[in-house]
């Protein structure tokens, strides 16, 4: 059974930082092309950082310089470094693995930037 399951997020005051963690099970996390998306309130989902199994990345415009994706294939896991936070970041955050035509996601997890 595949899953992958996002944890990490929750309520920060704006200029903090959040690491998000995507953990993945019941395949071969290496081979697999990550990303990070979110869908804030009223939105479409939109990517923010992907990283390819050979270690490419890109981010959404708006992230970059403040977000960085990164994975540990030993522990099937993607992070999201996010630091800066605005309170635009506000979103639901999930994690995608692709491998061909084959899209796996996570269930999200909650980020909140708010004073």
């Known amino acids: 059974q595949v899953q992958f399951v996002e944890s990490g997020g929750g309520l920060v005051q704006p200029g903090g930082s959040l690491r998000l963690s995507c953990a993945a099970s019941g395949i071969t996390f290496s081979i697999y092309d990550m990303g990070w998306y979110r869908r804030a309130p009223g939105k479409e989902r939109e990517l923010v950082a992907g990283l390819t199994r050979r270690g490419g990345t890109n981010y959404a415009d708006s992230v970059k310089g403040r977000f960085i994706i990164s994975r540990d294939n030993a522990k099937k896991t993607v992070f999201l470094q996010m630091n800066s936070l605005k309170p635009e970041d506000t979103a639901v955050y999930y994690c995608?693995?692709?491998?061909?035509?084959?899209?796996?996601w996570g269930q999200g997890t909650q980020v909140t930037v708010s004073s």
């Open positions: 995608k693995g692709a491998i061909g035509s084959t899209d796996y």
